[in-house]
């Protein structure tokens, strides 16, 4: 069984909590992902942010982006899981708490991240298509 190191993306970038709206957009513009992790300025996981949070709670709510707080734009406490948990845990928090993007943590610090895709590739198709299913419910 595989680790969640081993099929997560390394060296993720995250957006700052006193980073803006914007600033997240525009990194996940040149990053070209639809997602990023926020951290906190002790550098632990706050949260994740997806370009969708930046359309309903910012452009759509006529907010300004440049000056709203990508840390106000958590949901709750962050799901992460530990580098070298294995992948069926990544798969069960993935539909548990039906997120699409895990941040993964070593010792509270963020050294990758899981998505949906990378799970896709490491773990038989049923238990995907399980996650799948999840996700998609509404």
Same mark, same amino acid.
């Given at each position: 069984?595989?680790? +969640?190191? @081993?099929?997560?993306?390394? $060296?993720?970038?995250?957006?700052?909590?006193?980073?803006? +709206?914007?600033? +997240? #957009?525009?990194?996940?513009? !040149?990053?070209?992902?639809?997602?990023?992790?926020?951290? *906190?300025?002790? $550098?632990?996981?706050?949260?994740?942010?997806?370009? !969708?949070?930046?359309?309903?709670?910012?452009?759509?709510? *006529?907010?300004?982006?440049?000056?709203?707080?990508?840390?106000?734009? $958590?949901?709750?406490? #962050?799901?992460? =899981?530990? +580098?070298?948990? &294995?992948? @069926?845990?990544?798969?069960?928090?993935?539909? #548990?708490?039906?997120?699409? !993007?895990?941040?993964?943590?070593?010792?509270?610090?963020?050294?990758? =991240? =899981? #998505?949906?895709?990378?799970?896709?590739?490491?773990?038989?198709?049923?238990?995907?298509?399980?996650?799948?299913?999840?996700? &998609?419910? &509404?």
């Amino acid at each position: 069984m595989s680790t +969640a190191r @081993e099929v997560m993306q390394p $060296n993720p970038e995250c957006v700052r909590t006193e980073e803006t +709206a914007a600033d +997240a #957009a525009r990194k996940m513009a !040149r990053l070209g992902v639809g997602a990023l992790p926020i951290c *906190g300025k002790d $550098n632990k996981v706050k949260g994740v942010v997806t370009d !969708r949070d930046l359309v309903i709670k910012v452009v759509a709510q *006529g907010r300004d982006a440049g000056t709203f707080p990508a840390g106000d734009l $958590n949901q709750q406490e #962050a799901v992460t =899981i530990g +580098a070298d948990d &294995s992948s @069926e845990e990544a798969l069960r928090l993935m539909s #548990a708490h039906r997120i699409r !993007r895990l941040p993964v943590i070593d010792q509270q610090r963020l050294v990758g =991240i =899981i #998505a949906v895709s990378d799970l896709a590739r490491s773990v038989p198709e049923p238990r995907v298509g399980d996650l799948m299913e999840s996700l &998609s419910a &509404s």
